[in-house]
């Protein structure tokens, strides 16, 4: 084979590489185009631009985040073997005239998958970043798949006061669910510029509340307050952290409730407990954890540790069970919870995908997922930077 003919051959792929690449992207922007959302512009960008934690065109950390870039690129190599699950997973199917009936304690949550959970607290129903999409991306042909199908479909959930967004991450704030509530009768809360996101898919502006943290706001008589976390944004390459994270409070007249949202551990966690709790149940990020990102999420042994610090009675653990996210195991978070907090002497609630618990009546803890290999939080320590 002579060069001239090598030459031609390599052209030849070189060419075809570009066209299935140029391909691909238009493909991806075509399709994924509505769902990477907006920029504020105008009055919401100003206002975001006011923030004491607007930095250089974008929001930060007090504690910025740790990244070990080659353990993060590398990390699949020694990836779980039961990332997902080998089979079906049995999720409680959710009757939804029983979800209508308020709790007998004042204080229900009924987990429906990852972070996703409708919290009944003293006559007030609260939706936490709600995703009812098959995929946590942009696309409808590639991304993390949903395990299991929703446990209610979105009309049969009874009328919600509060739908309230951690931040704009595809895997919290989900378009396909967005844009079939937009005409809800409710409020949606959401911190510092994700509400651009919502105005675009068709929210009415005068239903969107946007928060800093440590702002609150009233829902008829429960009181929201935005709490800080230790995560970051972006829905695309260009927009990384141009919208704001956060947990949350939600404090009504008998009950408190905390949501953590996506977050590292962080000093600020203690401030929480001190100036909004004791709270009778903290629901906290477990899963989709690395030591490669160890400020991004808290992991399961820190996720005991804030539960504490925010001054929690009862826990469930959150962010696991629905997408595969990273390398561990997808029953890891839970067990490497439980060893915890039997060590720290914290009482855990598991409900399964669906059931809905009373943490002040809670049962005897149900162990629903299989028994597979993990690695102990001694083997694979996630510690966070910057807890000095």
Known sequence: MTRRTIFRWLRRIGLAMFMFLTIFVTAALVDGWAAFGTGAQGPRLAHMEASPHWSDGVFVNPQPLWNDLWGGLTGFASASAYSSPSAPLEVTSIDPLALALPPESGLRVTWLGHSTLLVDIDGYRVLTDPVWGPRASPLSWLGPARWYMPPIALTDLPPIDAVVLSHDHYDHLDYPTIVAMKDWDTTFVVPLGVGAHLAYWGVPEHRITELDWWDRTLVDGLEIVCTPARHASGRTLIDKDRTLWAGYAFVGPQHRAYFSGDTGLFPALSEIGAQLGPFDLTMIEAGAYNSAWPDWHLGPEQAVRAHQLVRGRVMLPIH???????????????????AAAETAGVEVITPRPGQSTEPSVAGELERWWPDIPWKSGARDPIVATRME
């Open 320 to 338: 696991w069970g629905l997408f595969d996210l990273a390398y561990h195991g997808w029953t890891e978070p839970i067990e490497r919870v439980l």
